[in-house]
């Protein structure tokens, strides 16, 4: 990227801005390439200024939260990364929570139990950011970051500051449909009341049984597939003969089928391998589609085909 881009950004915002960072630090998988620039606006001002400079040079933009859910190519991201680690203001009035979208999520739902306030429990030990969450309304154990929303507060691309209720995101399974080209600022929500310690032993039950079920001593971005209706992926990656698979240094994971795992040296190459080898026989064998539930960045059209 052009050495005046960052010069220009250096002029115009407050916040952190760094050179050619290696994003596999950033990341739950611990894979990824480096990015031209990464940037961490200090407040919304400096994002929309941000922004406008990004519209008005055409510059592409990724907006990475807390590095789960995500496969960033190993040619990295050829562009600007922003980063919204400084948005995590946190607020509560009466049931009713403010959290920005930088939190880390398990902080904030451990934050919101010791509160008394029940609702995001069985989400215990979900990895990444409060708004990267509610981007894929994240989920667990049959509750969902939107149950208990009220609303978000966003910035649209074309620097616009709004806030969408829940039923204007129009929240579905893994999904959050008028976020998808929004930056989250934060998030609005009003919890019922419960007593803690009866919160914190839910959330105990809910970390023993990831224990038990994930593998979560490896680096892993957690599911890979969306639940197809009436089916569970990793049941279906199972049956497909393909526990256990290795490509380079990536593994579906023996203990959950529907967790790829990164053995340690990775590429995003190996773990793209290993899905495309999983959407083709889980195709051929059960005539079902899988979804990617994570995010692929920076790969080129003909890598996804191939």
Same mark, same amino acid.
């Given at each position: 990227?052009?050495?005046?881009?960052?010069?220009?950004?250096?002029?115009?915002?407050?916040?952190?801005?760094?050179?050619?960072?290696?994003?596999? +630090?950033?990341?739950?998988?611990?894979?990824?390439?480096?990015? $031209?620039?990464?940037?961490?606006?200090?407040? *919304?001002?400096?994002?929309?200024?941000?922004?406008?400079?990004?519209?008005?040079?055409?510059?592409?933009?990724? #907006?990475?939260?807390?590095?789960?859910?995500?496969?960033? $190519? %190993?040619? @990295? !991201?050829?562009? #600007?990364?922003?980063?919204?680690?400084?948005?995590?203001?946190?607020? &509560?009035?009466?049931?009713?929570?403010?959290?920005?979208?930088?939190?880390?999520?398990?902080? !904030?739902?451990?934050?919101?139990?010791?509160?008394?306030?029940?609702?995001?429990?069985?989400? *215990?030990?979900?990895?990444?950011?409060?708004? @990267?969450?509610?981007?894929? /309304?994240?989920?667990?154990?049959?509750?969902?970051? $939107?149950?208990?929303?009220? $609303?978000?507060?966003?910035?649209?691309?074309?620097?616009? !500051?709004?806030?969408?209720?829940?039923?204007? #995101?129009? &929240? *579905?399974? =893994?999904?959050?449909?008028?976020?998808? /080209?929004?930056?989250?600022?934060?998030?609005? &929500?009003?919890?019922?009341?419960?007593?803690?310690?009866?919160?914190?032993?839910?959330?105990?039950?809910?970390?023993?049984?990831?224990?038990?079920?994930?593998?979560?001593?490896?680096?892993?971005?957690?599911?890979? &597939?969306?639940?197809?209706?009436?089916?569970?992926?990793?049941?279906?990656?199972?049956?497909?003969?393909?526990?256990?698979? +290795?490509?380079?240094?990536?593994?579906?994971?023996?203990?959950?089928?529907?967790?790829?795992?990164?053995?340690?040296?990775?590429?995003?190459? %190996? #773990?793209?391998?290993?899905?495309?080898?999983? =959407?083709?026989?889980?195709?051929?064998?059960?005539?079902?589609?899988?979804?990617?539930?994570?995010?692929?960045?920076?790969?080129?059209?003909? %890598?996804?085909?191939?």
């Amino acid at each position: 990227m052009n050495k005046s881009i960052y010069k220009d950004l250096k002029q115009l915002l407050q916040g952190e801005i760094l050179e050619k960072i290696i994003l596999k +630090r950033k990341t739950t998988y611990q894979i990824g390439g480096e990015a $031209s620039l990464y940037v961490c606006p200090n407040n *919304s001002e400096d994002l929309r200024c941000l922004n406008s400079y990004l519209v008005q040079n055409d510059l592409p933009r990724f #907006v990475l939260g807390g590095g789960a859910n995500v496969l960033i $190519s %190993d040619r @990295g !991201f050829r562009g #600007v990364v922003i980063h919204l680690k400084e948005f995590v203001q946190l607020s &509560f009035s009466g049931s009713t929570v403010v959290g920005g979208a930088g939190l880390v999520l398990d902080d !904030f739902i451990v934050t919101c139990l010791r509160n008394g306030y029940r609702g995001l429990e069985n989400l *215990s030990g979900i990895p990444g950011s409060l708004g @990267g969450a509610l981007r894929m /309304n994240a989920g667990a154990f049959g509750a969902e970051i $939107s149950d208990y929303l009220i $609303s978000v507060k966003c910035m649209d691309y074309q620097g616009n !500051f709004k806030v969408l209720s829940r039923s204007e #995101v129009n &929240f *579905s399974y =893994r999904k959050a449909p008028h976020l998808q /080209n929004m930056y989250i600022l934060e998030a609005k &929500f009003k919890f019922p009341c419960a007593k803690k310690e009866t919160l914190f032993i839910v959330r105990e039950e809910i970390l023993n049984q990831r224990r038990k079920r994930q593998p979560w001593q490896y680096p892993t971005a957690g599911s890979v &597939f969306k639940r197809p209706p009436g089916y569970y992926a990793g049941e279906l990656i199972e049956k497909a003969g393909l526990k256990g698979k +290795r490509i380079g240094r990536a593994e579906i994971s023996r203990k959950h089928a529907g967790i790829i795992i990164n053995l340690g040296g990775a590429t995003a190459t %190996d #773990v793209l391998e290993l899905i495309q080898l999983i =959407r083709s026989t889980v195709l051929e064998n059960f005539r079902i589609n899988l979804e990617l539930e994570q995010e692929l960045v920076g790969f080129d059209q003909a %890598d996804l085909i191939s």
